[in-house]
Every structure is written in C-alpha cells, then in structure tokens.
C-alpha cells in the first residue's frame, strides 16, 4: 500500500464531520502541532494509537477512531476524512500497519501534562502511555471534564455514559436502559419498541416512578412528546395512503381474478370439446393405422430394392469390397459374427440370383488357418424359365492392390448332384466353395499387397461362356471402369490374338524328314 499519510489532514475545526461526537483514541501530547502530519491520525488529529492503514486510500488512523465509526453505521462502511479523498472503507478491509507501529513507537513525543508546567518527561511514544499510567493517574474527559483513575476507565466512560454524548431514554427502563448517542436521540425514539413503550405508559401497562426532574427536563420531554406525536401523525396519515392504496390494487385484482377465472372457464370447455373430438377420431385412427403399417413396410421394401439394384451386376461377375477388414476379422475370431455377405448379383437381367459368403477367420476344418469363401444360389423371380441344376464354373479372385497383378485365384465346378445347386426352395441354398482359399497368417501380415486402408477386394466370375482358364489373369488386369461390353470385346480381341499367335507358331514348326 503506498504511504499516502503525508497529506495534512484536516484541523477538527475545518471538518464538516461531527466529530466532537465520537471519542479521541489518539495520545494527546505537548506541541502536537510540531508532530509530522503523517503521524497524526485522520479522525482525531492526534498522534496515532495501534495504527490502521484505510485499503482504499492509504491513510492511517487510530484502529479506535476507526471502529467508532464503523459501529455508528449499519453497513460498517467509514469514508476518508482528508480532503479530496471521500474513499470508503469497510471495517472488514482495513488492516493493522505493524511497520508504521514500529516507526511511531520510537517518535519522540513530550508529555502533555508539560504545558501546564506539571511536567517536564520527553520519551519514546511506546513509553508515553506507561509514564501516563505511573505518573498522571487523573485522565478528563474532553467532553464533560470529568476525571478517571485510568485510561480503559475513561474509554468506558466516552464510549458508553459520557452525558454530553450520551443521554438516557425517558421511558427507562421499560423501554431501554442502556445510553444513546445524541445524534442518534431521534431516530431512536421513532423506534418500534420506543413507541410501543409509549403507548403501553399512556395506556396505564406501565407506570414510570416519580421524576425529579427540572423544568428543563420537563420542557425537554414535552418538547420531544410534541415532536414524537407529529412524526407518529405523519406516519400515520402515510399509513392511511399506503392503506388506501393497497385496497384499490386489491379490488384491481379481484376484478383481473374474475377475468381469469372466466377465461379459465371457456379454455376447460374447449379442452373438453377438443377431448371429445379426438375420442370420435380414435376408431378412424385405429382403423386406418394397420393399412398405414403395411404401406410403410411396402414402402421400406421398395426402397430395400432400390438400393440393392443401384449398383447391381447382371453381368455374372461381381466386385466385391470389403473395408474394416480388422474390425471384421475380430468379430469372427470372437464369434460375434463369423461371416459376411457380399451384395446380390445375376448371371443376366432375368438370370440367376447369387450371393456370396465370406469367413474371415476360416470356416470348418479351416478355422484359424484360412480365409473361407463361399458361392449361393438364391432364390430368384426368374428361376422357373431357367435350367437347373446350376453348372457353371465358378470363379475367386482376391485382388492385389500393389498393381504388380499378383492376384490369388481359385475356381471350382458345381456338384451338379448336390442340392446347394439345384433349383432354390427356400431363401438361399447351401453354401458351396473353397474352405481354404487364402492363409489366414498372410493376410495378418501387416504390409501384404491384399490390404489396403482396411480394405480388400474379391472379385466372383461366373463362367458363363467358358471363358479360358489362361484368360484370367488379362481379365483381372482390365480396368473395372470400363463397361462390361467394353471388357468383353478387349477379352474376345486378346483371346483371337493368342489363337493367331498360337496357329502362326504352329506354322513355323520345323518337319523333321524321315529317314529310311
């Protein structure tokens, strides 16, 4: 906090403050107007005793002159003397200045006593109040003149029972026995319990004992009676208004309670009127619902089907991907799911309906071991104008994503005995394929050319035109983007070029003449 008691503070007599009313705490010596101003507290001007330094401002006071202060008012709130200043502090804010307590503790100070030649001590002020104590065991009141035997005595005395600070309530000690401040006379008598006292006396509930007291006092009383009735009438004719105030609003309510209450009225009849008409609904409601449920169910179906015709292949030939491979991989090692279903594809627009079934983590004997992979017939809208049983080749490619065409294929032929391959009865037939058709371990491998980004990618041909089995691998090298048509006829080009090449070799086979 910086040290901002070098402003002079204010004489007593230049204060607009009343502070004859509130006691001094501060040490009153000889030639105080010699002290540094710093040293002299704000309230009392005299030199500081138990030094307090105001948070707000800097200033310092008496910690006494202080809490005097703060205890007069209800919020505990003091505001700075020094002019220009005007800052408030709460009691709760100030705090104890125990370094400036040590810088007065050796000022020099001269007992006050020494103006009227009774005494001649000069000392240290930590001294002064232990030279007061021994020596001056007479301390007067400022106020009243009146003299004590020690300084709590006369602390008490200014505090609590000075008369020309305090004064007793008349109606003591029905009302109060305790002194009150002067400046707070008036705003006691106007108190609850003062008032209540008052008209209990005049009531005859209390008698007050016979009072000596002068003239004065009885003008003084009267006078305060006068003023006390005034205030009383005043504060009742407020009453009154107050009174008639409230019951014009309380008749403003009732009405505004009867308008509410009649709109409270027509809203239940309209409830009720809404009530009755949603029970008239209820049966139209109930017999349209089971017609709503399978309309949203056909819708749901169409919309099933449009999806899985979006990206349909009637080629007989079906590309496959299949992304979260790890996570799928975990599912059937852990059985939550053991296998996966590739979507539906057709052999032609009105041919036969397939599907695959692929078990990441093997299936049967090859469990742990091999990625198994499986071919379905479905049952399909066009199976009665087609020939059964099913017997065409049905091929497995699992493609390598490096672009070095090291794709796994593996193909197999129909058991045309087997009931997987006759004409569907129910949903789908058994499955049917190759139990063993890649090694688990070298799909886990962390860097093989199968997996990319957690994907892989199968691709099922069906052999619908006996396609050579050495066609494969250029078949597997065509681009997927290119239309079907467009792979066929690049297929049909390279297969009549292989058959050139292949008759142009034969051609050029030297003959070997037989030797007799």
Not at 28 to 52: G, H, S
Not at 120 to 136: A, R, V
Not at 222 to 233: D, Y
Request: hydrophobic fraction near 30%; aromatic fraction near 8%; charged fraction near 25%.
């Amino acid at each position: 906090m910086v040290d901002t008691n070098n402003t002079p503070p204010r004489s007593e007599s230049d204060s607009s403050l009343p502070t004859s009313s509130y006691p001094k705490y501060g040490y009153e010596v000889d030639t105080i107007e010699d002290i540094n101003p710093r040293f002299k507290c704000i309230f009392c001007f005299l030199v500081i005793q138990n030094a307090i330094q105001l948070t707000e401002c800097g200033h310092r006071s008496c910690r006494g002159c202080f809490e005097v202060r703060a205890a007069a008012v209800a919020d505990e709130n003091v505001e700075c003397p020094v002019d220009g200043c005007h800052a408030t502090t709460n009691k709760s804010q100030i705090m104890p200045d125990r370094a400036f307590n040590r810088e007065l503790n050796v000022l020099t100070v001269t007992c006050k006593y020494r103006k009227d030649k009774q005494c001649n001590w000069i000392g240290q002020l930590k001294d002064y109040q232990s030279h007061l104590d021994e020596i001056h065991v007479h301390y007067i009141c400022s106020e009243c003149n009146e003299r004590f035997t020690s300084q709590a005595i006369l602390n008490e005395h200014i505090t609590k029972t000075c008369p020309v600070i305090f004064q007793a309530c008349p109606l003591a000690p029905f009302c109060t026995q305790e002194m009150i401040r002067k400046t707070d006379y008036s705003n006691h008598l106007l108190t609850e319990k003062h008032q209540e006292t008052t008209i209990k006396i005049l009531l005859g509930e209390y008698h007050l004992p016979e009072s000596s007291s002068t003239n004065e006092q009885d003008m003084e009383l009267n006078t305060i009676n006068k003023e006390l009735e005034e205030k009383t009438s005043e504060k009742i004719n407020d009453l009154s208004k107050k009174i008639q105030k409230v019951s014009n609003e309380t008749i403003q309510l009732n009405n505004d309670f009867i308008h509410l209450n009649e709109r409270l009225n027509t809203l239940i009849q309209e409830l009720n009127n809404f009530h009755i008409t949603m029970n008239e609904r209820i049966p139209i409601k109930q017999s349209i619902q089971p017609n709503q449920e399978k309309l949203q169910k056909d819708i749901e179906q169409l919309q099933q089907r449009c999806d899985n015709n979006e990206h349909i292949s009637t080629d007989g030939t079906l590309t496959w991907r299949v992304d979260h491979v790890s996570e799928k991989i975990a599912d059937a090692q852990s059985e939550r799911q053991t296998s996966i279903s590739s979507p539906i594809f057709y052999s032609s627009p009105t041919g036969y309906k397939m599907r695959a079934r692929l078990f990441l983590f093997g299936d049967g004997n090859a469990r742990r071991t091999h990625v198994s992979l499986f071919f379905s017939l479905m049952k399909g809208e066009y199976d009665a104008v087609l020939k059964w049983p099913f017997h065409f080749k049905v091929t497995f490619c699992l493609l390598d994503q490096t672009g070095n065409n090291r794709h796994i294929i593996d193909s197999f032929y129909p058991d045309v005995k087997s009931s997987s391959f006759q004409r569907p009865r129910d949903e789908a037939n058994i499955a049917s394929g190759i139990p063993k058709f890649f090694p688990l371990p070298m799909l886990l491998q962390d860097d093989n050319g199968y997996v990319r980004e957690d994907t892989i990618y199968i691709k099922i041909i069906i052999a619908l035109n006996e396609t050579p089995k050495m066609m494969l691998p250029f078949m597997l090298t065509l681009n997927p983007a290119l239309p079907s048509y467009v792979q066929e006829n690049l297929i049909n080009q390279e297969i009549a070029k292989r058959q050139q090449q292949q008759t142009i070799a034969g051609n050029n086979t030297p003959t070997t003449p037989m030797t007799t």
